[in-house]
């Protein structure tokens, strides 16, 4: 790669972004009573065929694999100049603390302001509000964590490891369904989905290892071509329909925990999903690359880029003002099920409220950041480092699982122990 910034990667990073927050803002079906908000259901839950459409929508795997990649030449460099692996994480774990504390700490007003005036939008937006946070747990445990190690397996076994990675998943799969007929064989997927024991999550970390590994791989060059670009995207079809086939459920996102999900735990059906985003990157290489550096786009795709993380963590904040918005304005973001009159039209209206509120958010969000210091230097000392990395960790968790309330509370005592953990302390 040249010594310019090269705009392919982040204009895949942008629109893995985008994809992301409009499909989060269609999923959400606010439900209204008397013109209030009761309740919010989940569109997969409403209309069955929308488990095949997550096919396109579920772009983390293509976030990682990028991520990595434009990671990977930054690590490697640090890696032969035998700086340890911490003071690089270090860095990395406070970029994400601070701003990740500014959301939960805004969260929390959210909180004691509804409280005080008993609003009931927020409650049926509870768990919407944090849900999102899990792909931090995801970065902060794979990519910020095991990044280097990943850079080393790649420099020393190549393309090796990926496969390495796959047969583990399938293996994984296999234990966990023990098929022995040929019926059973035929139904490998429902028997998957069945159970989840402790041993079911070793594919959590293999799976989300593995766009990793398959990005550094792409960007050293290890996969190129249109004809290995075509050849992963008919790979990645063929495996999700025979997935499907063997029982597995068609959808790529389902978090329900314990219950028919591809994704908690992951399951091999899942790299369907990331051999067809591997090879629509490598055969859309070229032409798209030459088409941003004709345009000159590569500023733009680099600010949408620097944006991206504040993006991600603001926008279903801004569900908030958009339903109570929504329920004054008598605007039918309740259009009813999938199927019957003006549904679509209600989800345009409230993906436009959507974004319509994440604009003034954004740019106060954005301001802000901007106001305090930008360059905070990270510590070195070990023991700063690794109780301001369980700090984030644990506070990450905590709001992810609990919510707005009373998640948002304790996830921020959490992540603003580490953003102050995290930081260089200068002696008086």
């Given at each position: ?13 942008a ?72 003071h ?13 504390a ?15 005036t ?33 850079v080393?397996?790649d ?18 799969d ?114 798209v ?9 590569g ?15 603001w926008?279903?904040l ?9 329920q ?50 990270p ?5 700063a480092?690794?109780?301001g ?5 644990l ?16 996830g ?17």
């Amino acid at each position: 790669m040249s010594d310019t910034r090269d705009p392919y990667p982040d204009a895949l990073r942008a629109l893995a972004l985008l994809i992301v927050v409009l499909g989060h803002w269609v999923a959400t079906l606010p439900r209204l009573e008397g013109g209030q908000l009761v309740a919010t259901g989940h569109i997969l839950d409403a209309w069955a065929p929308a488990g095949y459409f997550t096919w396109i929508v579920q772009v983390v795997p293509l976030f990682i694999f990028v991520s990595a990649a434009v990671s990977a030449d930054g690590v490697r460099q640090r890696l032969a100049d035998a700086e340890p692996h911490r003071h690089w994480w270090a860095e990395r774990a406070l970029g994400l603390a601070r701003p990740s504390a500014t959301y939960l700490a805004v969260l929390t007003a959210f909180v004691g302001i509804a409280f005080i005036t008993r609003d009931g939008v927020l409650g049926p937006l509870n768990a919407s509000l944090t849900v999102h946070l899990w792909f931090l747990l995801v970065l902060l445990g794979v990519q910020l964590l095991l990044l280097p190690l990943c850079v080393w397996l790649d420099r020393r076994c190549g393309l090796w490891v990926s496969a390495a990675m796959v047969a583990g998943i399938v293996l994984v799969d296999l234990l966990r369904a023990r098929p022995g007929e040929a019926a059973e064989w035929l139904a490998l997927g429902q028997r998957v989905t069945e159970d989840h024991d402790l041993f079911a999550w070793v594919n959590a970390a293999l799976f989300w290892l593995l766009p990793q590994q398959l990005g550094i791989a792409w960007w050293q060059g290890r996969l190129a071509g249109r004809a290995t670009g075509a050849g992963l995207l008919l790979l990645g079809l063929a495996w999700l329909v025979a997935a499907v086939a063997l029982g597995y459920p068609p959808s790529m996102v389902n978090g329900n925990v314990g219950g028919e999900t591809n994704l908690l735990p992951p399951t091999l059906a899942l790299l369907g999903v990331l051999w067809c985003q591997a090879g629509l990157v490598v055969l859309f290489e070229t032409p798209v690359r030459r088409f941003l550096e004709r345009r000159h786009l590569g500023r733009w795709m680099a600010m949408t880029g620097a944006l991206g993380l504040q993006l991600y963590l603001w926008h279903k904040l801004a569900e908030l003002p958009a339903a109570w918005l929504g329920q004054r304005l008598g605007w039918p973001i309740d259009a009813g099920m999938p199927g019957e009159p003006g549904f679509w039209i209600g989800r345009l209206e409230w993906v436009g409220l959507c974004a319509l509120m994440t604009v003034p958010i954004m740019l106060a969000a954005v301001g802000f950041e901007r106001y305090r210091r930008r360059q905070v230097p990270p510590t070195r000392h070990f023991g700063a480092i690794a109780g301001g990395g369980l700090a984030l960790l644990l506070g990450l968790a905590a709001a992810l699982a609990l919510g707005a309330f009373p998640g948002a509370l304790i996830g921020l005592v959490g992540v603003g122990l580490a953003a102050w953990l995290l930081r260089e302390r200068r002696s008086a």
